[in-house]
T-cell receptor
Framework: SQQGEEDPQALSIQEGENATMNCSYKTSINNLQWYRQNSGRGLVHLILIRSNEREKHSGRLRVTLDTSKKSSSLLITASRAADTASYFCAAETSGSRLTFGEGTQLTVNP | DSGVTQTPKHLITATGQRVTLRCSPRSGDLSVYWYQQSLDQGLQFLIQYYNGEERAKGNILERFSAQQFPDLHSELNLSSLELGDSALYFC????????????FGNGTRLTVT
């Protein structure tokens, strides 16, 4: 079974709006990572947050981690049409295994 | 460009056949991972190698095998292919065994007819 589960499965917003995607996981983690995938292409790493961190920023991206709730969120601010892609969370557990969720399909309408 | 090279990009073959997928990791990366992405099962972890040694195994079928060579490139061998093996197969690499981001290739799209 998947370690990470994203919510929502699909999200459609207008350019300029913020997009929030959530991820839940099941067991203790070393870190949680977020990736982006454009259709049919390889995944691109966005941000890594360690289990002892609560929030991390990178440009227009903000990631939070709540280990007590076993959940994380990815916020993309001031979205652009070019942000249209699938976004995956991935939980790294003991043994360094990285398990991906099923992704959120984000569509940003111009 | 992630620096991870996968060949071939596309592969069409018949049921029962055997294929080999090849991956060259990013320069300096010692860890190689293989993932399978299909529409109905998302991204599934298959296997991980670190500096030539197998380090973790996921949902890899017995019909599938992999290895990492001394020059750190890796091959994924798929045999006795079935229709359900049709998927995108991704290779990823990282500097260490854990705690660092994965860099993905653009995948090999396998179609079994």
């Amino acid at each position: 079974s998947q370690q990470g589960e994203e919510d929502p499965q699909a999200l459609s917003i207008q350019e300029g709006e913020n997009a929030t995607m959530n991820c839940s996981y099941k067991t203790s983690i070393n870190n949680l990572q977020w990736y982006r995938q454009n259709s049919g292409r390889g995944l691109v790493h966005l941000i890594l947050i360690r289990s002892n961190e609560r929030e991390k920023h990178s440009g227009r991206l903000r990631v939070t981690l709540d280990t007590s709730k076993k959940s994380s969120s990815l916020l993309i601010t001031a979205s652009r049409a070019a942000d249209t892609a699938s976004y995956f969370c991935a939980a790294e557990t003991s043994g360094s295994r990285l398990t991906f969720g099923e992704g959120t399909q984000l569509t940003v309408n111009p | 460009d992630s620096g991870v090279t996968q060949t071939p990009k596309h592969l069409i073959t018949a049921t029962g056949q055997r294929v080999t997928l090849r991956c060259s990791p990013r320069s300096g990366d010692l860890s190689v991972y293989w993932y399978q992405q299909s529409l109905d099962q998302g991204l599934q972890f298959l296997i991980q190698y670190y500096n030539g040694e197998e380090r973790a195994k996921g949902n890899i079928l017995e019909r599938f095998s992999a290895q990492q060579f001394p020059d750190l490139h890796s091959e994924l061998n798929l045999s006795s292919l079935e229709l359900g093996d049709s998927a995108l197969y991704f290779c990823a690499s990282s500097v260490e065994q854990g705690g660092s981001p994965l860099h993905f290739g653009n995948g090999t799209r396998l179609t079994v007819t």
